[in-house]
Every structure is written in C-alpha cells, then in structure tokens.
C-alpha cells in the first residue's frame, strides 16, 4: 500500500526542471542581448542627432565659434569650420562635426556678400 501512494505522487522531475531552467536562460540572454543592441543604437542615434544640431549651431553663428559645448571640451568630438570661395562674392562655408567612431556628419551653406553682387 505505501509503494502505491509513491507511485501515484504527482510532480515534476529532476530532469524536467533543469531543461525548463535551461530554456529560461537561453530565453532571458537572448532578451539582454537584444536589449544591448537597442541600446547601442539609441545611443548612435542620439550622437547622430546631437551632432547634426551642432554642424548647425556653427553655420549660424558663424563667423563666431562655438566654445563651451561639453562633448567638444572632452576631446573626444571635434567641429572643423572649412571655407571655399566660390566666386561673385560667395563662399561655401562647411561644419564638419566628427564622431568617436570615426562617424561624422557635414552641413554646408553659402554665404554671399551683397554688396559685391548690385
């Protein structure tokens, strides 16, 4: 009689629960490496757009220079202010805002001088 009631107890094996656990944290790593990757692109995205507003920040105030931004204090983001003339009083003014990782972004505007032009 108590070898029946052995045999009749329900639940689950030794087996069963590790390959159920073994499922979990594949499951759970293959969650925290997406979620890494999501980061490092909203990361890159943030960068991307932070620096197409400085490129712009430069052209407007230009000839000025922008000198007390934070990223460009730390050294390790770095604004280039390149002219070209492009004859008739104008000049092709380029911001040149450059990334870690070797991305960068470029914004370029013209500027001419009206008096040269009446």
């Not at 009749?8 to 925290?32: D, N, P």
């Not at 980061?39 to 407007?60: E, H, I, K, M, V």
Request: hydrophobic content about 45%; overall charge negative.
């Amino acid at each position: 009689m108590h070898s029946l009631n052995i045999l009749r107890q329900g639940g689950f094996s030794l087996l069963e629960v590790l390959i159920s656990m073994l499922l979990f944290s594949i499951t759970i790593m293959g969650l925290l490496s997406y979620q890494q990757v999501l980061l490092a692109q909203f990361n890159l995205y943030t960068d991307s757009q932070y620096a197409w507003r400085l490129a712009a920040q430069a052209l407007d105030i230009y000839p000025d220079l922008i000198e007390q931004e934070p990223k460009l204090k730390s050294g390790q983001w770095h604004l280039n202010i390149l002219t070209a003339p492009m004859g008739n009083g104008c000049q092709k003014i380029t911001a040149q805002v450059m990334m870690p990782g070797k991305q960068s972004v470029e914004l370029e505007k013209w500027q001419c001088d009206e008096s040269v032009n009446q």
